[in-house]
């Protein structure tokens, strides 16, 4: 199984890490490479999380993560990671 992000997913990323690196670089990294972590841990159990309360797909899953909400669809030997936001800031 393998891991692909969406643009849109990517840009959440790199607006993540730019808004962290604003008041500590070192953490936004730490932070990421956590959360990619996890991510990448999907693979081995892609259904571990809830379905996705933003779509009516059983494949299509929502990862909490420190805050933030990935959502990610299972299809076949993929996992596409679709969107990453806070949760107090909602969805995009």
């Known amino acids: 199984m393998k891991i692909i992000y969406s643009p849109k997913s990517k840009k959440n990323l790199k607006d993540i890490k730019n808004y962290i690196s604003k008041s ?8 990421l490479n956590r959360l990619k972590i996890n991510i990448e841990n999907l693979v081995n159990f892609p259904y571990k999380y809830r379905k996705s309360i933003y ?22 030997d993929t996992i ?13």
């Open 24 to 31: 500590n670089p070192q953490n936004a990294k730490q932070f």
């Open 55 to 76: 779509f009516n797909d059983k494949n299509i899953r929502d990862m909490i993560f420190e805050g933030y909400t990935i959502i990610y669809e299972i299809k076949n």
């Open 80 to 92: 596409l990671v679709l969107n990453i936001f806070n949760q107090n800031k909602g969805l995009k």
